[in-house]
């Protein structure tokens, strides 16, 4: 079966703009969750999202946001890039709920902002 | 508030030497533990979680809840083990990780 897909591959954008991030999860996984990874802060938690709905969300600015439609798809976007946006963002599905085990990753988003 | 650290940022080893990755976790409840590989140019994936008691790649890792840890280890490093190991925690109902930092291992001819 197809594993997460995670759209575009790489992305540079200029400060001040906005992004949109895209994430197909497995075929029949519900839960969607997104991570942004750094080398200073590593993999940190941004949200989670199950049946369309956000069951939980990490410490990042409002500037960060998500959602995700009724084919599970789910897109995160961040509005007013700044530098320290630059990161790879990965999407994480997994069949419902609870299952942080059964989390399979995405290749991941490199945005790098100038 | 839950942490999960990893106190080695780089581990090298020969090969066959023994391998063991540190991990600590502060939780009051009972999490669930996992340990994540990635691999050179590859995506983040699931090695072992506590609760499976399971044996991957040669891989084991004890849930000690006294020492708050999940060490993970393996008897005879091989070249192949080279890679970036994170340790996770998740609690409950919910989908969200808590990475530590990282270890990357790194295992010399």
């Known amino acids: 079966k197809a594993g997460v897909t995670q759209t575009p591959r790489y992305l540079i954008k200029t400060r001040g703009q906005q992004v949109t991030l895209s994430c197909s999860p497995i075929?029949?996984?519900?839960?969607v969750s997104w991570y942004q990874q750094t080398p200073g802060q590593g993999l940190q938690f941004l949200f989670e999202?199950?049946?369309?709905?956000?069951?939980n969300k990490g410490n990042f600015p409002g500037r960060f946001s998500g959602r995700q439609f009724s084919n599970s798809r789910s897109e995160m976007n961040v509005s007013t890039l700044e530098l320290g946006d630059s990161a790879l963002y990965l999407c994480a599905s997994s069949l419902g709920a609870g299952q942080g085990a059964g989390y399979t990753f995405g290749s991941g988003t490199r945005l790098t902002v100038v | 508030a839950q942490r999960v650290t990893q106190p080695e940022k780089l581990l090298s080893v020969f090969k066959g030497a023994p391998v063991e990755l540190k991990c600590n976790y502060s939780y009051s409840g009972s999490p669930e533990l996992f340990w994540y590989v990635q691999y050179s140019r590859q995506r983040l994936q699931l090695l072992l979680r506590?609760?499976s008691r399971e044996s991957i790649k040669g891989f084991t890792a004890d849930l000690n809840k006294g020492e708050t840890s999940f060490h993970l280890k393996k008897p005879f490093a091989q070249e192949e083990d080279s890679a970036m190991y994170y340790c996770?925690?998740?609690?409950?109902?919910?989908?969200?990780?808590?990475f530590g930092t990282g270890t990357l291992l790194a295992v010399q001819p």
């Open positions: 506590h609760i």
């Open positions: 999202y199950f049946s369309e709905t956000q069951r």
């Open positions: 996770a925690l998740t609690r409950g109902a919910t989908n969200k990780l808590i």
């Open positions: 075929s029949g996984h519900r839960s």
